[in-house]
């Protein structure tokens, strides 16, 4: 009889293990992801509206433009799959801080590029740390929200975050081109100064 009556009470427990096993941190650790999608999708697609001033600031050719988008997709595909499975076997978060600081500092590297070469590199740079960033982030989004529900909102969050990036890339890459030090003063559309102009004017 006892041996019967402690084993119905062992459910309970494991059931009231189950629902506190959750990481009380978790939604500090969502939004650190997301804050590294945000960084990497803002970096991709401000870097394509810099290419024509980056291009007349550091005077490579128009065939030598497709080499700065082609370094990091290069970089990116060929090690995403070893960068997942590198995560797999010296842990998650290590690859991931190492992805996103990594990340952080080629993108710095080719914000002050002086030459072509050094810009490429950069950008190469950013690819590798970039294949080490994307399969940890979703690794450790999967394993850290175990409820389904809760998973299901975090990859929602996820995926909402590299969507709206997108467009504010596009009006953040903007804002700065048109004030930063790589716009020219002729790149500035310059106000109508015709006698109809004038007089609308007064």
Do not use: H
Request: hydrophobic share 50%; aromatic share 6%; net charge positive.
């Amino acid at each position: 009889m006892a041996v019967r009556s402690a084993a119905p009470a062992a459910g309970p427990r494991q059931g009231a293990a189950g629902t506190t096993a959750k990481d009380p941190r978790r939604w500090l650790i969502l939004a650190v992801i997301a804050a590294a999608q945000i960084m990497v999708v803002l970096d991709l697609t401000v870097m394509n509206l810099a290419l024509p001033s980056a291009q007349r600031a550091l005077n490579f050719t128009t065939a030598d433009r497709q080499w700065v988008v082609t370094a990091y997709a290069l970089s990116f595909g060929g090690l995403l799959l070893f960068c997942g499975r590198l995560g797999d076997l010296i842990g998650r978060k290590v690859t991931f801080l190492a992805g996103l600081l990594g990340f952080a500092a080629a993108s710095a590297v080719g914000g002050a590029a002086v030459d072509f070469s050094m810009l490429v590199t950069a950008r190469a740079g950013q690819g590798v740390f970039a294949a080490l960033l994307a399969p940890s982030a979703l690794s450790l989004l999967a394993t850290t929200f175990k409820d389904p529900k809760e998973r299901a909102k975090a990859f929602g969050v996820y995926g909402a975050v590299a969507a709206a990036g997108g467009g504010l890339g596009l009006l953040l890459g903007g804002a700065l081109l048109r004030r930063g030090p790589l716009t020219r003063p002729e790149d500035t559309p310059a106000r109508e100064s015709t006698p109809r102009a004038t007089a609308a004017r007064q």
